[in-house]
């Protein structure tokens, strides 16, 4: 009997381009030996190509198959995330396509930790790269559903709910004066603090840079946006003539405002934030409102906060 993990595969051996699960979010997959797949991710997430994508593989050789050099530092880092939501930022080499990184010659790459994507790899025995199963610049999804509903035509290997929820840490490897320096481009729920006490455990003193890329539409304002306008205000003294601002602003009344209140836990904020959004956007409300205090910026928060932050239309 063909399973579900047999047909995954089958559609990408035909160079389709099919939804997968991973815990951040869903991923729209396409082998990377395949020019026409490549192609077909793009254009189906209407994403432009100066948007690099994340490359999808089973274990720390098969990335180091596609990498100049593995450093000592993507080792050990690897050895203490993998599998899981952490990408790598490494120099490429000619197996990479540039299509996939934009031209650039770094590459990121990751082993996403779900029992389903993992056995599709393993089946496969091959990369596939994978962005978020979403149109460009709009909510990633974190369950089949939501694919399906952007996306009704393409096959969906379903895993179920995304545990983490939100997408992959990014950090780049870069080789500066013959040392490593690592730089976070995009913040996800392995936190900074996370990262460091993995270096000082293995008596490493490697410097950590935040610098969103450049490169990174991630990077962009107006990203991961839901269908309503989003309001993020900071609890503070002015909070009340904020709101009454923002609300004048856009036109609306006070009641036509649906408050999503952030859980207490990080992880669950995390799990829950994307669905929430899409679910509150299609209620009757006229825009969503997320109130920000103090605690949420703490480190582990980073990720959620960063995503916040990108997908709010108010203040601009
Ligand atoms: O959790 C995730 O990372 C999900 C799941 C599906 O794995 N994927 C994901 O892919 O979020 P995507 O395409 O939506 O985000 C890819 C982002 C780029 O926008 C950029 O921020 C960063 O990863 N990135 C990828 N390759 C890069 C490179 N060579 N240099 C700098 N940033 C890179
Ligand atoms: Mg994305």
Redesign the pocket.
Known sequence: MQTEIDRAASELKRQQVIGIP?E????LAGLIDSEIALNKIFSTKERPFF????V?VKDQEMAAGLCEEWPKLAQVLTNAFWPG?L?L?LNKNEKVNPII??G?P???I?V?NHPLTLKLLDKLNKPFA????NKFKKT?PTTAEHVREEFPDLYILDGGPCEVGI??T?V?LNKVNDQYELVI??P?MISSDDINSVLKKNNLNTKIVQKE?P?????MEHHYMPALPLIVLENSSKFESDLLEALHKLHINQDEVYELVLPKEAAIAARSLYKDLRKISKSNAKAILIKIYKHHHEKNWEGILNRVYKARSYPR
């Open positions: 991973t951040t979010v869903y991923g948007d690099p994508l994340i999808h939501p990408t930022v990184t934009a650039l770094q590459v990121g990751r996403p994978a962005p978020s199963a990633s997408e992959s990014v780049g481009y995009r996800g890329s490169v990174s539409p991630g990077a």
